[in-house]
């Protein structure tokens, strides 16, 4: 038996039904990430919902297929394994946009939305509309609404600052002092001496409430003795 044959009494058109609900749902949520410029947009969105849709109307076809086997057959069927292993596989290309940058992280919320988007397309697979139009609502609600409510919450911004100059003690020591009159908490620190260079490198990530104390650091940390460079990002 093919497996159209086994989905005899579904029609094409429940078919079409599907894949085109599951393509508009990834195609509206990778609209709105494509419009914020970022790395999984409208295509990928749209075809990890398409292909989730797919595995689910395969994996469904396969009990239809073969689900006619009886208890005594040495054939077990488990159609939830097929939506396991998409959960799990999407994770890999949810890993791929996540991008880290000294103290921040980039591509949480768009790693997510692949995940759900996964998700929508499992739903109109599995022929669960209300779901799948509720859940596409409710994730779209959040992209789009959610993000108009970040300059309403306080939030700390990280700083992390790399500073190269002479071994010396005290270097620490004044630098500590410099963050402790700006109220700058320090999040985390690392040190590394050049012995042969005689040079002393700080790395260092510290949180603030204001966005733009870059330059006025680098500013005050150039009087310092020794300063051989300043990064910071």
């Given amino acids: 038996m093919s497996f159209d044959q086994a989905f005899s009494g579904a029609s094409e058109l429940d078919l079409i039904v599907k894949l085109l609900l599951a393509a508009l749902a990834g195609g509206l949520v990778g609209l709105e990430r494509e419009k914020h410029g970022r790395p999984a947009g409208l295509r990928t969105n749209l075809l990890v ?7 689910m109307i395969v994996s ?29 596989g999407i994770g890999f290309i949810g890993a791929g946009v996540i991008l880290k940058e000294g103290a921040s992280v980039r591509g949480l919320t768009t790693a997510a939305s692949l995940w759900t988007v996964a998700g929508l397309g499992m739903a109109f697979g599995m022929g669960f509309y209300s779901l799948g139009v509720l859940a596409t609502i409710l994730v779209l ?55 042969i260079e005689d040079e002393l490198i700080y790395q260092v990530v510290i949180t ?26």
């Fill in 49 to 55: 919902a398409v292909g989730s849709c797919v595995m």
């Fill in 60 to 88: 469904e076809a396969f009990y239809l297929k073969y689900g006619r086997f009886g208890a005594e057959s040495t054939l077990r069927l488990d159609p939830s394994r097929v939506a396991a292993q998409i959960v799990t």
């Fill in 141 to 195: 609600s959040c992209l789009i609404f959610l993000k108009k409510l970040d300059p309403l919450i306080k939030k700390d911004h990280y700083l992390t600052i790399a500073v190269t100059a002479q071994n010396r003690e005290a270097l620490f020591d004044e630098l500590e002092e410099l963050f402790a009159q700006r109220k700058l908490h320090i999040a985390n620190i690392s040190s590394t001496v050049d012995l």
């Fill in 208 to 233: 603030q409430q204001q966005k733009s104390v870059g330059r006025e650091l680098t500013k005050a940390i150039k009087q310092l003795a020794g300063i051989k460079k300043i990064h910071y990002h």
